[in-house]
């Protein structure tokens, strides 16, 4: 099987570590509501405050877990390269590919029909032979990760029972991601053993890796390779480092992944991807790729132009909380996403939602990254309709069921000013779904200012409503 033992370890120590951590969930149960939330919450002064931001390595994942089977192809592609009459073609099948006939019926086991935007130009590429090298830089949720594993798939040759791609990750989490999209494209070769360098996962000394894949973080590879020689960093041919730009800020990992690069044979095959592209990145980039094809995929931008807004002027929040209560006593709302400024209000509310019957999921910054999957898990799979955040998560929420975005609290930054950027990334969509998208701002008057800073900002009318008006709220729904 594919990477039988080790997958199975480092999948039962994330089933476990999973577990411990959601005893800590208390899931309340009121008739048909239910809502998750954690139980060490209590009145602490922290609770008051902003809920803090997360690191770039667990918002990388989240979206990752959010954005799961959606591809979308509404890209604009970018093309660079040294020599431009070195042959550069696009595929529209997988077929095209010549791929192995296994890796090929893995691909249509995982429901992939056709390649997405980037995979159709990448694709030909990092298959080609003489092997190029490449930049690849995208946001999340475009295909890079199945775009590589296959790449690293079909260099393997089966015959040599030794480590010849190696793949790094910054996180634990990531390589794992990465280690399970690698085991279900290879479910049809069942000869191709993959390993994880992890932590968690120790050998013993004197080891000699018969694996033809190591997927795994920087400092536990450099170990591995170096330290233990656990295997031969020379008879490395593919080389893939993903998330690059977390790479960077992540203490450490950029100056471990130079120091395994300079054991690498100068032939062998270097895959670099990337959600960003800025300097620090590129010269990243420079050291490790040398004469890269370098793709770029430009996202739609976000915006406003697909949303209704309005902003309901409420005295305080218990009035902010039956503005909500009038907005669902009078609509049908799909999903929806509520934040809010802190950690005690979100709680307050979704204890106060889940009271009234809703099914709610809460968000907050003091969760593990296992519990905050496990609540977009199960936001995104429809088993709760109400999200209630903090600011933990403004970006990378595109479900595509989400009809409704509420701003209990309106962002506002240290200073207490609009926070314009968090105001976009809440609401904004890029229009991909074509869908009208609703968003209601909760205000006191105190805070009309903000409001009115946001609405001249974007210069898009932000609309009076009037949650106690059966006749406002109908007017919600309509086209
Ligand atoms: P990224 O690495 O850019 O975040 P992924 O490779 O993880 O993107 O792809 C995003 C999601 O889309 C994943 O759930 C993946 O299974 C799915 N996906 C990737 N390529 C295809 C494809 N060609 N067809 C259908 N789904 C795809």
Redesign the pocket.
């Known amino acids: 099987m594919a990477g039988k033992v080790d997958w199975a370890a480092c999948a039962e120590e994330q089933q476990k570590m999973l577990a411990s951590e959601l005893k800590n969930l208390k899931v309340e149960q009121g008739g048909e509501a239910s809502v998750q939330h954690h139980t060490g919450d209590g009145d602490s002064p922290e609770d008051n405050q902003p809920d803090e931001a997360i690191s770039s390595a667990e918002v990388s994942l989240l979206q990752?877990v959010i954005?799961?089977?959606?591809?979308t192809s509404k890209y604009d592609i970018e093309v660079q390269r040294k020599d431009p009459n070195s042959p550069l073609y696009s595929v529209k099948s997988f077929e095209a590919l010549k791929l192995r006939p296994e890796l090929l019926k893995g691909l249509y086991a995982?429901?992939?029909?056709?390649?997405?935007k980037i995979?159709e130009t990448a694709l030909p590429t990092l298959l080609a032979d003489p092997p190029h090298n490449m930049i690849a830089q995208?946001q999340?949720?475009?295909?890079?990760?199945?775009?590589f594993v296959l790449a690293m798939l079909s260099r393997v040759d089966l015959n040599q029972n030794h480590p010849q791609v190696l793949c790094l990750a910054p996180t634990y989490e990531l390589a794992l991601q990465i280690g399970e999209?690698a085991t279900k494209m290879a479910q049809f070769l069942p000869a191709m053993k993959i390993v994880f360098a992890v932590r968690g996962e120790d050998r013993p000394r004197g080891t000699r890796l018969t694996d033809h894949i190591i997927i795994g973080t920087p400092g536990k590879v450099l170990d591995w390779g170096v330290k233990y020689k656990f295997f031969d960093l020379s008879k490395i041919r593919v080389f893939v480092l993903d998330e690059a730009d977390v790479m960077i800020a992540t203490q450490g990992h950029q100056d471990q992944s130079f120091r395994i690069h300079k054991y690498l044979p100068s032939t062998c095959q270097v895959m670099f991807f990337s959600a960003t592209y800025e300097q620090q990145v590129m010269e990243f980039a420079e050291v490790i790729v040398p004469d890269p094809i370098i793709i770029r995929l430009r996202r739609e931008e976000e915006s406003l132009d697909n949303i209704k807004q309005y902003y309901v002027l409420c005295s305080d929040q218990e009035a902010k909380y039956n503005a909500i209560a009038n907005i669902y006593g009078g609509i049908t709302v799909g999903q929806a996403i509520i934040f809010c400024h802190t950690k005690k209000t979100a709680g307050w509310l979704a204890s106060k939602m889940a009271k009234d019957g809703h099914s709610v999921a809460l968000l907050s910054g003091e969760l593990t990254v296992e519990q905050r999957i496990s609540v977009l898990d199960r936001f995104r799979q429809g088993t709760e309709k109400v999200l209630i955040t903090t600011n933990v998560l403004s970006r990378g929420i595109d479900v595509e069921a989400v009809t409704i975005v509420v701003n209990f609290d309106l962002p506002i930054d240290l200073q207490r000013r609009a926070d314009c950027e968090t105001y976009l990334h809440r609401i904004g969509r890029t229009g991909r779904f074509g869908k009208m998208g609703l968003a209601i701002n909760l205000c006191d008057s105190r805070n009309m200012h903000i409001l009115k800073d946001i609405e001249m900002h974007f210069g898009k009318e932000i609309k009076p409503l009037d949650t106690e008006d059966p006749d406002d709220i109908v007017k919600l729904s309509q086209k």
Do not use: E, H
């Open positions: 990752k954005r799961k089977g959606l591809i995982m429901g992939f029909d056709a390649p997405s995979q995208s999340s949720g475009t295909g890079k990760t199945a775009a999209v």
